[in-house]
């Protein structure tokens, strides 16, 4: 069964950091794109990061450059999403999922696979 699953998540002050993790099982994701994506209830879906093992692009949102870094972990088939300086904006359910063959960024609806969601919560 293909499958994503995120962890990590929870409630940080701000200034603090989380680090995601997305974990894929029923399948490799190799030239695979990975992307995180984040939404907060009544808005639309942000794409946060991405990374493609297709050519090796890599994205960021403007509003998490330089705080936010995205890496795998081939040998265990996992991506991590390092959110370092969080903000009570960065509040959101975070989502990582997986598109065959794409370079990054890609518009959300390219994704085919998507985790549950881990909820980010920033607060004093």
């Known amino acids: 069964q293909v499958q994503l699953v995120e962890s990590g998540g929870g409630l940080v002050q701000p200034g603090g950091s989380l680090r995601l993790s997305c974990a894929a099982s029923g399948f490799t994701l190799d030239y695979y794109a990975i992307g995180w994506f984040r939404q907060v209830p009544g808005k639309e879906r942000e794409g946060v990061s991405c990374f493609s093992s297709r050519d090796g692009s890599v994205y960021y949102a403007d509003s998490v450059k330089g705080r936010f870094t995205i890496s795998r972990d081939n040998a265990n088939n996992m991506v991590y999403l390092q959110m370092n300086s969080l903000n009570p904006e960065d509040t959101a359910v975070y989502y990582c999922?997986?598109?065959?063959?794409?370079?990054?960024?890609?518009?959300?609806?390219?994704?085919?696979?998507w985790g549950q969601g881990t909820l980010v919560t920033v607060s004093s």
């Open positions: 999922a997986a598109e065959w063959g794409s370079s990054c960024p890609a518009p959300d609806l390219y994704f085919e696979v």
